[in-house]
């Protein structure tokens, strides 16, 4: 009778086996166990070369995050802006959001060519700028979140795209938002997203205008900028000249991610007008002030606004394809 039971319960057991690994695979959808079985290392290769990198180059997370950013914007999450110009490609790298600016490249490369050693023809460029973002941010003491995996690579690059769709130091409050809106993503998003700038640098040719001349162009300090601020900003911005002078877009603790990017917003000492433009809507102004009282209300989302933004567009399946190489297409 034992037995019995035990050959019939062995059978149960079996039935239901397979429904466990139709459900681990989500065709049509990204899912972080995409490589368990095909690249299991893949997640382990990203964060220690990116590690070794980012010990000689203190301000690479902010570079790699923001590669992501600028290629999710454009054609989605498609490592379409990884792509060098050829006959059949105009770069995104050379558009105005990216020229003389988008650095981190050859960090991806490296990553590339060991997962290719590793794995060949089965990790996208696409998935490791995705990683190598979420890595970038905990490299840097900010939140870790699972990554949805699965991006296959684009086969061609969007310049107008790039020139259009990213969200511009210049423009209005409205303007930034309706350019999130169109990738799906809300005002919360735009918020929590908007504080990744708690690392990195900008040029003086970015802010210029908040030091001598206000949208009106009437020559004056902008008001919503600290005077003080402005001084000190103005000793390395000058004028004319210095356009790529860098400052940190966090004065107070540049290469930590924590919330102290939306203390300085309340402090009129956002560096960016995208950045100070945040307290001119009151919804937007409430979420600020929210961020800036807690750091972990800010990480949680901040996590789940990159998920969503990591998920804009994705080419899945059989779109796209691997590249061999992140910056050309395979032949």
């Not at 981190?104 to 060991?114: H, L, N, P, S, T």
């Not at 640098?201 to 030091?211: K, M, S």
């Not at 600290?226 to 103005?234: E, M, N, V």
Request: with cysteine.
């Amino acid at each position: 009778m034992a037995t019995s039971m035990s050959f019939f319960l062995l059978l149960s057991l079996l039935a239901f086996a397979p429904l466990c690994f139709c459900n681990y695979y989500q065709e049509g959808k990204l899912y972080p166990q995409f490589y368990d079985y095909s690249c299991p290392q893949a997640q382990n290769i990203v964060k220690s070369i990116l590690a070794k990198y980012v010990q000689q180059q203190p301000r690479l997370p902010a570079s790699i995050l923001r590669l992501h950013f600028h290629d999710c914007f454009v054609k989605g999450c498609d490592a379409s802006l990884l792509l060098d110009s050829s006959e059949s490609i105009i770069s995104e790298k050379g558009s105005n959001p990216n020229r003389n600016s988008a650095r981190g490249f050859e960090v991806i490369d490296a990553i590339k060519a060991a997962l290719e050693r590793e794995c060949p023809s089965t990790v996208s460029c696409a998935d490791i700028l995705t990683l190598a973002a979420r890595d970038s941010v905990v490299l840097s003491g900010g939140p870790s979140w699972e990554v949805p995996l699965g991006r296959r690579d684009s086969r061609d690059a969007s310049i107008s795209g790039s020139n259009n769709n990213i969200p511009a130091p210049n423009n209005t409050f409205q303007t930034i938002l309706t350019k999130f809106r169109l990738h799906g993503l809300d005002l919360v998003d735009l918020v929590a997203l908007s504080g990744g700038h708690t690392i990195g640098n900008a040029r003086c040719t970015t802010f210029r205008q908040r030091l001598y001349s206000q949208i009106s162009g009437n020559g004056k300090l902008d008001s919503t900028l600290d005077q003080y601020y402005a001084a000190a900003l103005r000793n390395r911005c000058p004028r004319s000249g210095g356009d790529q002078n860098l400052f940190f877009l966090d004065y107070a603790t540049p290469y930590k991610f924590d919330n102290t990017y939306f203390k300085n917003l309340l402090a009129y000492k956002g560096l960016l007008s995208s950045d100070q433009i945040l307290l001119t809507d009151q919804e937007s102004a409430e979420l600020v002030k929210s961020y800036a009282e807690s750091n972990d209300i800010f990480f949680e989302q901040f996590a789940k606004s990159m998920i969503k933004m990591g998920n804009i567009s994705p080419l899945i399946d059989s779109r796209g394809e691997i590249r061999e190489n992140c910056r050309k297409i395979n032949a």
